[in-house]
C-alpha cells in the first residue's frame, strides 16, 4: 500500500470512530429514556433508527469519498416496513459496512447476532443494547452444558425474531462464524454455489 493508501486508510478509520462517537451520545439518551419511561418505547425506536440510518449515511461518505471505495448498488427492492433475514460468510471488516448500505438505504435497518464478547467494547455494546441485538454465547457457562448453551441462545434468536414484527429489521446473520477464505471454502468441500434472497 502506498503512502496516500496509508493515508486515507486512517482518515477513514478515525472519520468513522468519530462518527459512532457523535452518535453514542444520542443513544445513551435514547436508551436511558426508554428505560425509564416504558411508554416512550415506540418514540424512541423511531429516533433510534434515525440515528442509525444518519450514521450509516455518514459511513458511506466517508468510504465512497475519503477511501475511494466503491461497490456495485444490487438495488434490491426493499420495503422499510419489512422483515429480512440476510446470511452470509464473513469476508472482511468491510462486510458491515457494504450490508448496511445495500439494505438499509431502501430497506429496513440491519441487526446482528453478535457475540456475547462485543458487548465488553464500550461503543458496540452500546449499539448491541440500544438496538437490542440478540447477543449469544460461544460457550457455556461454568455448570451449563452445552446443549443448555444452545437452547438459551435458540430462546434469544426467537425472542429476537419477535422484536422484529414490532420493529421491522434486516437480521444478519454471518453463519460461518468465521472469515471466509477459498482456502476455507475448498478445503470444506462445499457443494453450494448459488446465492439467493429469501424473505422472512
Not at 106 to 114: E, Q
Request: aromatic letters at 10%; hydrophobic letters at 45%.
Amino acid at each position: 500500500m502506498k503512502l496516500s493508501g496509508h493515508l486515507k486508510a486512517t482518515a477513514s478509520l478515525t472519520l468513522i470512530v468519530a462518527n459512532l462517537l457523535v452518535w453514542s451520545l444520542p443513544l445513551v439518551l435514547l436508551l436511558v429514556t426508554r428505560t425509564l419511561v416504558p411508554a416512550s418505547r415506540g418514540l424512541m425506536s423511531r429516533l433510534g433508527i434515525a440515528v442509525y440510518r444518519h450514521a450509516v449515511a455518514f459511513d458511506d461518505w466517508v468510504l465512497n469519498r475519503v477511501s475511494g471505495a466503491h461497490w456495485h448498488d444490487p438495488y434490491l427492492e426493499l420495503h422499510r416496513d419489512e422483515v429480512i433475514v440476510v446470511v452470509a460468510n464473513h469476508r472482511s471488516w468491510t462486510d458491515v459496512f457494504l450490508l448496511q448500505s445495500i439494505i438499509s438505504k431502501r430497506g429496513p435497518i440491519v441487526k446482528f447476532l453478535c457475540k456475547r464478547e462485543l458487548t465488553y467494547i464500550p461503543i458496540l455494546g452500546l449499539i448491541c443494547f440500544a438496538f437490542e441485538f440478540p447477543v449469544l454465547r460461544r460457550r457455556a457457562r461454568g455448570a451449563q452444558s452445552e446443549h443448555d448453551r444452545r437452547d438459551d441462545d435458540r430462546r434469544r434468536v426467537r425472542d429476537a425474531c419477535e422484536v422484529l414484527y414490532k420493529a421491522p429489521a434486516a437480521m444478519l446473520i454471518f453463519a460461518e462464524g468465521t472469515r471466509f477464505t477459498e482456502l476455507r471454502r475448498n478445503r470444506s468441500r462445499s457443494p453450494y454455489v448459488f446465492r439467493y434472497v429469501r424473505r422472512a
